[in-house]
């Protein structure tokens, strides 16, 4: 059949799968609207698909739909529009499928997403077995474990890859991705693409959504890495328990996600509760814990908040400057150390690439010129903006500000969280909006506010709806010797108000703030004053 396709990733030795092959690999049956098509006849073993999409639109010709169920409607309602070869869907699915009266061939699982981790490999000839996969979990620290990851191993002379929250990239170059950790047809893709493109290494954040949704399913893990647990996603997990337990499915052998290796962070009591489960796991603390395989603890901290820890594992310590600011980092640091050591990476060239490491978002510094300390951080957890601010306190002897807001259409229940925890170690705290997305966010805000005002600690609280204009007002409260902090966004580029995404960067809008009130590298203050006036 003819190709839509502009190049073809490598394939395994057995080839393009038939759908013969696939229908015996999702234990499902083939049929079409007309008549059942024989699995063993000529006709369906004529039929090879070489991509997967679960975008109707998106799918090539010569390609696999598979269309699951929406939360609003089933994906086999679009079929009809797609180039697709071939289907691959549920018993409610071929329903519509049928009653359209559909030709092509439809494979008809009991439950997409348990197959399509294994069906999306085989398409694209199970690439991750060909590279080394490294993944990471947990709450907080993914994206900077895995920005760690990748810097070390490059240092060591290793072609690398990154799938993550804030993008892909392929050896260093830009790849256009929407979620934290893809889906099944998309990662498989990915890998095909890393492995054509020379990548060895893959490092990338696996988060729970992931692992209970399947997208991970049938990847090659060389090594899982934990990092912690705090409250979040209880949108979509019902408990705690149940949002650990889909981490822990990376650890368990039983698992279709399981790595071959462990590597367990053990300062909370997740992680302590993981590696009991998990005995033959590499252990990771920064707490002086007896027994630990791979320790890390605080040297010094320099005015900028880079810090010198000392590293020991497999009976060598390291001495380690990090850029990277708050013991949280020092922990991220020793999980991706231990990562690396798990795979055969040679430590200490691992670790002279963790010196000029530096992850967007989190805990970045805005530097203008101007006498106090500026970050932008992605906390959007409670745990997380604690952590936060208890660097920043380490750091100034003076005043913290913090802006902070919620996001809408997920876990309710964090919100007075996070506004309690942002009271508590903060001296000033203006709630803003974050991503609404379709809740009212003026009810977003009052949660938040309400949390802050249950802490009773006498922090000034602030409530701001504009997020550019709580920006302002912080940098304008800054004084020489405070610490001002904008949470919730961190590298994000746009703010989802209802289905429409404006463009907004809390890096973008703290440096206009900071410029506005008079700080502005190599720009006379008098200059970027009156700009301000005027503005205003």
Not at 70 to 77: E, I, K, L, N, S
Request: contains cysteine; aromatic residues 4%; charged residues 20%.
């Amino acid at each position: 059949m003819s190709r839509g396709r502009s190049h073809n990733p490598p394939r395994s030795a057995e080839g393009e799968p038939t759908l013969v092959e696939l229908t015996a690999l999702a234990k499902g049956r083939l049929i079409n609207a007309v008549n059942a098509v024989n699995a063993e006849s000529n006709e369906a073993a004529a039929i090879t698909v070489d991509s997967v999409s679960l975008d109707s639109a998106a799918v090539e010709e010569g390609g696999l739909f598979a269309a699951v169920p929406g939360t609003r409607v089933h994906g086999a309602t679009f079929a009809a529009a797609s180039s697709a070869a071939a289907i691959l869907t549920d018993e409610a699915g071929w329903d519509i499928l049928a009653q359209a009266g559909e030709l092509r061939p439809v494979i008809v699982v009991e439950d997409i997403r348990v197959v399509l981790g294994e069906v999306s490999a085989r398409v694209y000839g199970s690439p991750s077995k060909q590279l080394t996969v490294l993944g990471v979990t947990g709450t907080s620290g993914k994206t900077t474990t895995t920005y760690l990851l990748e810097q070390g191993l490059m240092a060591a002379g290793l072609n690398v890859g990154l799938i993550g929250t804030t993008g892909t990239r392929i050896k260093g170059q830009e790849v256009p991705t929407s979620l934290t950790t893809p889906e099944a047809p998309k990662l498989q893709e990915l890998f095909a693409r890393m492995l054509a493109g020379g990548v060895t290494h893959v490092v990338m954040e696996v988060s729970s959504h992931a692992l209970s949704l399947g997208r991970v399913n049938a990847t090659a893990f060389a090594v899982a890495g934990f990092s912690n647990l705090s409250q979040d996603h209880l949108d979509f997990h019902p408990t705690m328990e149940d949002y650990f337990e889909a981490k822990a499915a990376f650890f368990d052998p039983a698992s279709p996600a399981h790595a071959k290796r462990h590597v367990i962070c053990i300062d909370d009591e997740w992680g302590v509760k993981l590696h009991a489960r998990t005995p033959d796991a590499l252990t990771v603390g920064t707490r002086q814990q007896e027994g630990v395989d791979c320790s890390a603890t605080l040297v010094d901290v320099t005015p900028t908040g880079a810090q010198h820890i000392s590293l020991s594992i497999a009976g060598q310590t390291h001495a380690v400057n990090l850029p990277l600011p708050g013991a949280f980092n020092v922990a991220n640091a020793a999980l991706a150390t231990a990562m690396a050591h798990v795979v055969g990476v040679d430590v200490a060239a691992f670790l002279r690439g963790l010196e000029g490491a530096a992850v967007p978002g989190r805990m970045e510094r805005i530097d203008a010129g101007q006498p106090f300390v500026a970050v932008v951080d992605y906390a959007h957890k409670p745990a997380a903006i604690e952590a936060a601010l208890q660097t920043l306190r380490g750091q100034v002897k003076g005043r913290i500000g913090i802006a902070v807001g919620a996001g809408g259409d997920r876990d309710s229940s964090k919100r007075p969280l996070m506004g309690r925890a942002a009271a508590q170690h903060a001296d000033l705290v203006v709630v803003t909006d974050d991503n609404p997305r379709s809740e009212d966010p003026a009810a977003i805000r009052a949660a938040v506010v309400a949390g802050c005002r249950e802490a009773e600690t006498g922090a000034h609280i602030r409530e701001v709806k504009s997020r550019a204009e709580a920006i302002d007002q912080l940098i304008a409260w800054a004084k020489p010797g405070d610490a001002v902090i904008v949470v919730g966004k961190g590298h994000e580029t746009g703010q989802l108000v209802g289905e429409t995404l404006y463009p907004f960067d809390d890096r973008e809008e703290m440096r206009r703030a900071l410029a506005e009130n008079g700080y502005r590298k190599g720009v006379d203050k008098h200059e970027t004053t009156q700009q301000h006036s005027e503005r205003h």
